[in-house]
Structure formats: C-alpha cells, structure tokens
C-alpha cells in the first residue's frame, strides 16, 4: 500500500506539477489529523517518512510523568522504564501505532486533507503562472461563448478564463476553436483560485502586439512612447529610434506595410497610426495628427497649441466625430485647435 501512494505521489508531480515534498507534508498532516479524530483530538503524535523504503511509521507519544492523570497523553516513569531503562521523567515515550488501524472517518479525513492540499498546491501554481504573465499577451482558444451577456470562455493553457464582453473589441465576433490573443490586465487571489481579467479592447494589447513583431522593438532599437487607442476604431502609437540609420515609422511599418497587417488583421481591421515621437512639440502634434498633413503648429499656452491646415486636410485632421484629433491630443497631451488657412 505504501508503494501505491509513492508511487501516486511521483505521478502527482509529474502530470500536475505540484512537488513531492509539498504532498508529503500534506500526508504527514492527513495522518495527524486521522489519528487525533480516532483518539479524541488531544493526543501527540510524530510521523516518520522515509521516501526511499517507502516506509511511514506513526508514533502516539506519551510524556513521562510521575503520576498519570491523563492516560491518553501521559505514561508514568515506572511503566516506561519497564520498556527501556533509558527514559526519564520529563522525556517522551513513543508508542508505534499502524495505520490499518485508523477507522473508516479517520481515513475519509485523510483523504479530504490531501485532496485540499492538492487543491491549494494548484490554486498556487496557478495564481504563480498568471502573475508571470501580468500586463503581457497570451494567446487562448474560444471555448464557449455565452449568448445572453456576450461573455467569452477561454483556455488560456493554464485554466479557464472569462473575456467578459466589455473587454472585447466592439463588434468583433468569436467561435468556439478560435485562437485569439488576450492581454492580462490583472491578477486577484481569491478563495475559489484565481481570478483573472482579460482584455482585448486594452491598450496595453496594441503595445505587446508591437513588441511582439517588431524587431527593432524587440532589441530596443526603436522605442514606444505612447498610445492611445478607442478599441475597434483607432489606435495611434508613438515611436522613437536611437539610431540614426533606423527610421522608427518606417521600421513599425514594414516593407509594403508587411509588419503592421498582421496586427491589423489580429485587431480585426482596427485601423492603426504611427507617429514620430519628437522633443519637439510642434513636430510630435504634426505627426500624431496623420494621416492629415499639417501646415503650422504653434504652441500658445500650456499643454495647447492651434494647428494650420489646408481646406482638404480639415475633416482628415479632425476626423469622424472628431477622433483623430481627440486620439492626437490623448498621445501628446495638448489641447489642439484645428483651423484652416
């Protein structure tokens, strides 16, 4: 039988990951509690494992007293000596009990704390592996899609999760086998394991994207400086090289726009601008508001400016209901009034 449980405790290892030593101070906790339900709870007992006899041994201990006033917990100095002239008043004397012994309860008890244990050791390794993955991208498989609230299940790989419908990109439409990319906004421990919020419609998934198929990203060539983003629509991302030789709009871009179709294409056709990052303010608003191409920008207050461009460029530079220039404004940090010449 001993065999049989060591041999379950290398295979709880191995298939979930959860280490052998945590399982056996589980075990060492389970026949504790099996043995002080069997014996009224107030009883002492050590517990001795050896892993490789694959051999546990249970103890009762009993104090050496002068007089027992308590059988269950105590031996007098007399009877012990009978065992062994080594003991002494004061010392501990250590009965071997069997586990074959222990009751059907004890036993169900047992088998309740290791399966608890096994629970936390998971819910740990868990809440360890999602912390790992806090603000970056992971890629999960539509499991089931629920058709009252728009919610979203999905197997992360490591458990099951929600991609509750406010964190989707608006209007997109998901089936079950689906592999999409999700941003781990945040990680909270709670009783039931851990709970974990997804998001597709966060910023923070634009910028992975880009560090994710960008090379000059990726080695620290070029920089990202900002974001913003109305999640579906528009993005706009503001970029800078420290080299010289590597143009960073050029570089996000891609030969025949090679590189930034396939974070369009995973953003569902979200339309995406990269600007030039530039000290100098009048540069960086020019190109935070392209696609429109900007006469003049001149700075006439803290944080505003007032923008010159052609007749033609007006609408492209406000855009649709105002959003090129209210997602420009959100990347710089300008107030930016828009006027013709």
Do not use: W
């Amino acid at each position: 039988m001993n065999s049989e449980l060591f041999a379950a405790l290398d295979l709880i290892e191995k298939e979930k990951g959860i280490p052998k030593e945590y399982m056996i101070e589980r075990l060492e906790a389970a026949i504790v509690s099996a043995f002080k339900k069997e014996n009224g709870g107030n009883s002492n007992v050590r517990i001795a494992i050896d892993q490789e006899k694959k051999d546990i041994k249970v103890y009762k201990q009993l104090a050496i007293v002068e007089e027992v006033t308590d059988p269950a917990i105590e031996i007098s100095l007399a009877e012990a000596k009978q065992h062994s002239r080594r003991h002494t008043l004061g010392g501990v004397y250590e009965i071997e009990m069997k586990t074959k012994e222990f009751g059907r309860i004890s036993a169900q008890a047992a088998k309740q704390v290791i399966i608890q244990g096994m629970r936390e050791a998971e819910r740990t390794m868990m809440i360890k592996e999602y912390e790992s993955k806090k603000e970056e991208v992971i890629t999960a498989t539509v499991l089931k899609i629920d058709p009252i609230n728009g919610n979203v299940i999905v197997d992360t790989g490591t458990s099951e999760a929600v991609l509750l419908k406010g964190e989707q990109i608006p209007g997109e439409v998901f089936e079950v086998g689906d592999h999409i990319k999700v941003f781990v906004m945040e990680v909270k421990s709670e009783v039931r394991g851990p709970i974990v919020t997804l998001s597709r419609s966060h910023f923070g998934l634009v910028k992975r994207l880009f560090e994710l198929e960008i090379p000059e990203i990726q080695d620290g060539t070029v920089v990202i400086r900002g974001i913003s983003r109305e999640a579906g629509s528009r993005t706009k991302i503001a970029v800078e090289s420290r080299d010289a030789n590597v143009d960073p709009v050029g570089a996000c871009i891609g030969n025949r726009r090679s590189r930034i179709s396939s974070i369009i294409d995973e953003l569902r056709g979200e339309k995406i601008d990269v600007a030039k990052f530039s000290e100098v303010p009048e540069e960086f608003i020019a190109s935070a508001l392209s696609p429109a191409t900007v006469k003049s920008v001149v700075i006439d207050g803290e944080r505003s400016c007032r923008v010159i461009v052609a007749p033609d460029q007006l609408s492209l530079a406000i855009g649709k209901e105002g959003q090129n220039a209210r997602l420009a404004a959100k990347l710089t940090g300008y107030k930016i009034d828009i006027k013709t010449v």
